[in-house]
């Protein structure tokens, strides 16, 4: 204990105790034992629940779930795993606490650890770790519950601060962190994140090699090739389990194409990636990256009340025009007005203006080894965030770009500027609180605060110009000017009054903006001046920056967003149809049109919380399936022969009725021919019409697999002995060779039939079912979901995790050893 250097250290625990603090006063709720509201956590407990209850039964998770869209991978739900090795590193860097406090202290470790390998002093970086991990975006996605998201924008600055490990030559720990943090930011799954941070990396890559070859150190170069190289390959391989089958399944996926060509959110095949328009859904307008700085410039969000009830212009068109029209603008009514206007959003990525401001003057102050490459960076990524508003730089992107095309929601990639923005304030406030000559500072920071007036003249300018409406808005004004003046005259006034309020938000936080950055340069022009002393400075700074954020996510996120552990449960108590249909032990599916068919299929995974649903929730469904719901289930109650041969055995009406559909065919049956098509686009045409009791429809390819059988046996039974998600068994007793459909969705990447334990092929019929021919006498039929790649990615997670902990042994090894020998 002797040889402690406590000095040294109590900087870093004051940190940790003030991230800890901050957290914990910020998620008080959660304290109290209450839990958030959030939509897309409680469609996962919807939808994981099946899978919890197999593996609390057999002791092991499946690799295939029943509950959603007729069955789909369970590994992309959650998955039966062993790489144990990110979650423990994760768990160890958040503290163990309960969400979302882990959000929030995990994102400060992260930067505080970026700030320190850039040489950032430890107060500094406390000040650069509160914004980034309060910037308003994270609030806002942790309230709509995109967890794995959050955690990989926590871990981002942690993965660049051990690559600039490498750089700076500490070789051990760099590989061993970059190795970790890789690991980390896979395991979490949200590939759009983990491919942000790579464009970060290979602009400061850039930079490094340019900086390198001019100095002539090729061996330093070649060093952090191959150690970055190698060590983001043993992170991402330690994640091998899960990424192989993830991989192998997302070419079947709507983000792999569609077989019948473009249509809706697919693209077709031969173009293996997201159609245009979808891929730009969620584009940033133009000018919409300034609400980095200026929070409410477009509005806000989607759907809170942005303005007070009272004070609102719009609220009083309504009340004063009559009832029903006031009740039809009303339900439409949106503050928010920007890019994103036909699909809405939760809130603004507001950064910080002080963070921004102190960004500005990094660009100008900070040494050319950041300055360029992180402001090119920065560039590149709001450009990219316009999206569809900028088609024609960002259809290259899109074209050309690896792996860009199965991405969408443009508007995203703003975190890559919030982390660096958050990374040049800290560069710009130690560049100043470093320099000895405080007068070398002067003209360059006199020319930071024109840079930043120039921004402040520019959106006063936008100010005026705007007019406040969307297209939508536009539109409804059109189609009401040739109206009554009774329609014609309320309906003007409640837009002109929509447009003052949207005004009025974005010139509060102008002014609001201008008074923060007012107190900002006014502080660090004192202290050029010999006027402050620089703990007074980083006061001021610290305390006003943290209370510029911390007030817009207060209007995002705050107590009313958490609700009582039992008024949250609430929403998975069965209801009188679900104890209806539970009374059912049979294997059965079920349409929940409670909420309407469309949240059925794109927001009904909490239905699979008590049953078997052909509907669901996931970003990532089948691209079969998908089409299904597309050509077919949209078109609900006109699609019964779709319905029946999904097994769809009870229907919930929208007044919480359960009705039984007779025509439910079972788990399987026989049929008396198959008819075959050119394609799949006639597959699903023939759709429309068939009768799945007597016919299956299959694509002329699969010829060799299923035929027409010779006598149709009409005694001939098939029934289902067992289903247990990865091995389902049916028992067949026929006089004849016959054609049996299984109920079951067809994805052959792992799906292998047996009949009386020997292999036997199947094949695709009904666009999305299963169908094998069944040789004549009494068999067991069986289906195992055997995916290889599973297996592989089970051997490669296992020695890479090893070489993971062993590295991270090593560098802890000798950074002890060092400071001992630093000691005697």
């Not at 995990?106 to 914004?131: K, S, T």
């Not at 089409?627 to 609900?636: A, E, G, V």
């Not at 098509?677 to 010829?703: H, N, R, W, Y």
């Amino acid at each position: 204990m002797k040889n402690i250097n406590w000095q040294k250290i109590y900087p870093h625990i004051i940190a940790i105790v003030i991230f800890l603090v901050v957290a914990a006063l910020y998620c008080k709720p959660a304290l109290q034992g209450k839990v958030m509201q959030q939509h897309d956590l409680a469609q996962w407990v919807g939808m994981s629940k099946g899978m919890i209850d197999y593996t609390d039964s057999v002791g092991h998770a499946p690799l295939w779930t029943n509950s959603m869209f007729s069955g789909m991978p369970g590994y992309m739900i959650a998955g039966y795993s062993n790489n144990i090795v990110p979650g423990y590193f994760i768990i160890i860097l958040s503290a163990g606490l309960p969400q979302p406090l882990d959000f929030f202290f995990l994102a400060c470790i992260c930067f505080y650890f970026l700030a320190l390998v850039l040489g950032i002093r430890p107060w500094i970086g406390i000040i650069g770790a509160l914004m980034y991990a309060y910037a308003t975006y994270n609030p806002i996605i942790i309230t709509v519950g995109h967890v794995t998201k959050m955690y990989s924008i926590a871990l981002m600055p942690g993965f660049i601060g051990s690559l600039l490990l490498l750089i700076n030559r500490k070789y051990l720990w760099g590989t061993a962190l970059t190795a970790l943090f890789t690991s980390a930011l896979v395991v979490e799954n949200h590939y759009q994140i983990v491919y942000y941070a790579i464009i970060i990396a290979a602009f400061m890559a850039v930079a490094f090699i340019i900086k390198t070859i001019r100095e002539k150190d090729y061996k330093h170069l070649a060093i952090v090739t191959v150690t970055v190289l190698l060590a983001a390959g043993i992170g991402i391989a330690t994640n091998a389990v899960m990424m192989l089958p993830n991989y192998e399944y997302s070419k079947e996926t709507i983000r792999g194409g569609s077989q019948l060509g473009v249509s809706g959110d697919t693209a077709s095949k031969g173009t293996s990636g997201l159609n245009e328009d979808y891929a730009f859904s969620y584009s940033f307008a133009i000018s919409e990256p300034f609400v980095m700085m200026v929070p409410r410039m477009f509005g806000g969000s989607s759907g809170r009340p942005e303005v007070e009830q009272d004070k609102s212009k719009a609220i009083a068109a309504l009340q004063s025009m009559p009832q029903e029209l006031g009740q039809q603008l009303a339900r439409n009514m949106s503050y928010y007005w920007g890019g994103i206007e036909s699909v809405g959003t939760a809130g603004p990525p507001y950064v910080g203006v002080i963070v921004c401001f102190l960004a500005i003057v990094g660009f100008v102050i900070v040494d050319r080894k950041y300055r360029w490459w992180i402001l090119a960076c920065c560039i590149l990524t709001i450009i990219m965030s316009w999206g569809g508003y900028f088609k024609d730089v960002n259809r290259l992107f899109l074209e050309y770009l690896p792996m860009y095309n199965k991405f969408r929601a443009p508007s995203m990639i703003i975190v890559v500027p919030t982390l660096l923005l958050g990374m040049m304030a800290v560069l710009a406030l130690e560049k100043i609180m470093s320099t000895s000559n405080l007068s070398a500072l002067v003209q360059p920071y006199k020319k930071a605060l024109l840079i930043n007036g120039g921004i402040f003249v520019l959106l006063i300018m936008l100010y005026i110009s705007f007019d406040y409406l969307t297209n939508n808005d536009r539109d409804l004004l059109k189609q009401v000017s040739s109206m009554d003046d009774q329609i014609k005259t309320p309906v003007k006034e409640f837009f002109t009054g929509l447009q003052e309020d949207r005004k009025g938000l974005f010139l509060g936080d102008l002014l609001r903006s201008l008074f923060f950055i007012i107190i900002a340069a006014v502080t660090l022009w004192l202290y050029i001046k010999n006027k402050l002393k620089p703990a007074i400075v980083l006061t001021l700074i610290g305390v006003f920056s943290f209370i510029d954020v911390i007030a817009i996510d207060t209007k995002y996120m705050n107590a009313d967003d958490f609700e009582a552990k039992e008024d949250y449960d609430s929403q998975f108590v069965p209801t009188a149809a679900d104890n209806q249909i539970l009374q059912d032990k049979s294997f059965y599916r079920v349409l929940d049109l409670r909420r309407g068919i469309s949240s059925a299929f794109n927001s009904g995974a909490i239905t699979a919380y008590f049953h078997k649903t052909i509907g669901g929730y996931h970003p990532a469904k089948l691209s079969i399936y998908q089409d299904l719901i597309d050509s077919q289930l949209y078109k609900f109650p006109n699609c019964l022969p779709v319905i029946n041969m999904l097994n769809t055995k009870y229907v919930i009406t929208q007044n919480d009725q359960a009705q039984q559909n007779p025509g439910a065919l079972g788990n399987a049956w026989f049929v008396k021919s198959v008819q075959f098509e050119p394609d799949a686009k006639a597959v699903m045409k023939a759709l429309d019409t068939f009768e799945p009791q007597t016919v299956a429809i299959a694509e002329k390819s699969v010829g060799n697999v299923l035929k027409n059988p010779g006598v149709f046996d009409s005694a001939a039974t098939i029934t289902l002995l067992a289903n247990h998600n990865d091995t389902v068994t049916y028992k067949a007793k026929t006089s004849s060779e016959q054609l049996a459909v299984f109920s079951e969705v067809y994805y052959d990447k792992g799906w292998n039939a047996y009949i009386d334990g020997k292999p036997a092929p199947y094949a695709k019929a009904n666009y999305v079912l299963r169908a094998m021919m069944i040789p004549a006498g009494e068999h067991t039929i069986e289906y195992r979901f055997e995916p290889a790649s599973h297996k592989t990615g089970w051997t490669i997670t296992s020695v890479t995790s090893v070489i993971v902990v062993v590295l991270t042994l090593l560098a802890v090894f000798f950074e002890v050893r060092r400071k001992r020998n630093i000691a005697k």
